[in-house]
Structures are given as C-alpha cells and as structure tokens.
C-alpha cells in the first residue's frame, strides 16, 4: 500500500512543480527603479510675458543615465500671474515610475494683482510663508484669496482642503492714501459659515516701495496681523 501512494505522488509533484515553473515564467525577479534629480532650482520665478528654458531632470536606472526618457509636462501659463507646475515621469521597464515636480510662480512686478507671501500673526500663534493669491476684478477693485494671511489654511488647519475651505475671500479697494477698504463681506468659510469666528478688516495699509500690505484685522474678537509681501523674482 505504501509503494502505490508513493507511485502516486511522483506525477503530482512533477505536476506541481511545472506549474510553479509556468506561473513564474516571463517574470522580471529584480525590478531597478529610476530614480530622477531636478537640475537647477525646484521653485523658479518668472515675471509676467517671460518664459523658463526649463533645465529638465537628470534620471538614472540601474548606474546608467537615462535622462532621455523622462516626460516632461507643464501647465505654466507665462502670459498670467499664478503658481503653476513643471512635472516629470519616468517608468522603468516592468511599468513602475518615479516622479518630480519643479513649481513655477508667475508674477507681474508691476501690479498688485500678483502672488504673495503670507505672515499671520494672532496672539501666540505665528505663521509665514503662506501663499496667497491677489487678482484683479477689472472694475477697480481687487480681490485677496485669504484675508488671514494663511492663519488657517496653512498655519492651524494645513491639508484639510479641498475637503473644508480655510480660505476667507475679499474685495478690497486700495484707495489714493493706499489704504485698505473693503467692498464685499466676507466670503464663505469653514468657520465663518458656522459662525464660530467673525472676521472684520480694523484697518489696512500697501506700501508701494516694498509692495507689501499690513492688514489689521478683527479676528473673532483677537487682534489679527497679517503682512503679505509681494514675490518678486
């Protein structure tokens, strides 16, 4: 009886063994990935109607130079102030890819319809380096993307937009003494909808010689500074 069970399990392990062969044939074992360095800086800018000669990616695959097939592709609109991006891709042979990003900010040295950078101050809480969006309306008015200067979006709450909108829009009018009045209430945010926090602008200034505005602002019930300085290149 044993002699038979063991006449009987040869042709299944020769079975057996053929097919871990076959669901293993044409496999690549060991995957090299590529990997992809940014040559010069990874956050340019440019002034309004200029152009970046993008200085592409150097990649490399396994110790050989490969920075013929990365893609590249942009959304950069040069004839606009924005924050745009430079993005790169490169795929190995068995389909997996690395990427990498270069940022492009547009800005107009001669508008205050530009890019800024935000600093937020409101009692112990102290931010900078939020980015935040003037535009123009076209009737003489101008609209802020973020009347906290970032204090909420990129200070207190980073990340959890587009999901919950951190961001308290304005129309604001710079008058002939470069103040500041503003023409609209405030937009609809997080929690200003919820009314939790009321915003007011107290008070607000540009100086023209360093293009930056200093804004003092009611921050439900707590005195909000905000300083938004002009991006230049």
Not at 32 to 38: A, C, I
Not at 47 to 69: F, H, I, M, Q, R
Not at 197 to 205: A, C, H, R
Request: charged share 20%; aromatic share 12%; net charge negative.
């Amino acid at each position: 009886m044993k002699r038979i069970v063991a006449y009987l399990l040869v042709p299944a392990l020769v079975v057996a063994l053929w097919s871990c062969d076959k669901s293993t044939e044409g496999l690549t074992r060991v995957t090299y990935y590529p990997t992809l360095e940014v040559l010069g800086q990874s956050t340019v800018v440019v002034n309004v109607g200029e152009t970046y000669a993008d200085e592409g990616c150097y990649a490399e695959l396994n110790g050989e130079d490969v920075s013929s097939e990365v893609k590249a592709a942009s959304n950069v609109d040069y004839s606009r102030p924005g924050a745009y991006s430079i993005s790169y891709i490169i795929y190995n042979a068995d389909g997996f890819s690395t990427t990498a990003s270069r940022t492009v900010y547009v800005v107009d040295e001669n508008s205050i319809a530009t890019l800024y950078l935000g600093e937020s101050m409101a009692g112990s809480r102290h931010y900078t380096g939020a980015l935040i969006f003037i535009t123009d309306n076209g009737d003489g008015t101008y609209h802020l993307d973020d009347l906290m200067g970032g204090l909420q979006f990129y200070g207190m709450n980073p990340g959890f937009e587009p999901s919950y909108d951190f961001h308290a829009e304005v129309d604001f009018r710079l008058n002939a003494d470069n103040s500041v009045s503003l023409t609209s209430g405030i937009g609809s945010w997080y929690f200003g909808d919820s009314g939790d926090i009321v915003l007011d602008l107290t008070g607000g200034s540009y100086d023209p010689a360093t293009r930056t505005f200093t804004l003092n602002v009611d921050y439900g019930g707590t005195p909000l500074t905000v300083i938004l300085r002009a991006i230049t290149k």
